[in-house]
């Protein structure tokens, strides 16, 4: 079976523009969410999605946005690039609860 | 506001001892505590967690320990191989928070030949 998948691996932008991550979750899991990992730090959380709506949103400006589409996979979008959103960005799969299987991540550098 | 400590923040064993990681949190409502490990380049798999209701949870060379009412648990790896070197994070997940997780700091490990 294949796991969560994710694209693109790698994404090189510029201050200020715009970037679109992609997530497909494992067959039959419902709920996708998004995290943040800075190098040499934890996952830090930045949205939930189960059933198309948004369950949860973590500590982020509004410059991030998100959504979860009819076949359950998700975009995370991300406006007005700041060197700072320079991160490994992660999605991950569930049920409802329970444990998270993640993708391999979208690391993505901002110059 | 840091939910969830983990230590120590880097750990070298010998093959074949034993590794101990810890972490601490101070949300009562979490009810649900997995381990994750990660490789460079990937993403963090999940290794083994534990609920509340059970104090030990074991599977294979993986063990964890849980303390409810010190708000400890901790990660025991029995006989530590190099291809255990990898960074190990904690999480906790509360049932009023979905699907949420709050991750510890992370601990290197290192497991030399």
């Known amino acids: 079976d294949a796991g969560v998948t994710q694209s693109p691996t790698h994404l090189i932008k510029t201050r200020g523009q715009h970037v679109t991550l992609r997530c497909s979750p494992i067959?039959?899991?419902?709920?996708v969410s998004w995290y943040q990992q800075v190098l040499g730090q934890g996952p830090q959380f930045i949205f939930q999605?189960?059933?198309?709506?948004?369950?949860g949103r973590g500590n982020f400006p509004d410059r991030f946005s998100a959504r979860q589409f009819p076949n359950y996979s998700s975009e995370l979008n991300v406006n007005a690039l700041l060197l700072g959103d320079s991160a490994l960005y992660l999605c991950?799969?569930?049920?409802?609860?329970?444990?998270?299987?993640f993708g391999s991540g979208t690391q993505l550098s901002v110059l | 506001q840091q939910q969830v400590k983990q230590s120590p923040q880097s750990l070298i064993v010998q093959k074949g001892g034993i590794s101990i990681i810890n972490c601490a949190y101070e949300n009562t409502a979490f009810d649900y505590f997995p381990w994750y490990q990660q490789f460079p380049g990937k993403g963090p798999a999940l290794l083994i967690a534990i609920r509340p209701d059970v104090s030990e949870k074991k599977e294979g060379r993986f063990t964890i320990s849980f303390n409810k009412s010190a708000k400890q648990f901790s990660l025991h790896i029995m006989d530590s191989q190099p291809g255990d070197s990898a960074t190990y994070f904690c999480a906790a997940q509360a049932e009023t928070s979905g699907s949420r997780l709050t991750f510890g700091e992370g601990t290197q490990l290192t497991v030399n030949p």
């Open positions: 067959s039959g899991h419902k709920s």
């Open positions: 999605y189960y059933e198309k709506e948004e369950r």
């Open positions: 991950a799969s569930s049920l409802v609860r329970g444990g998270l299987f």
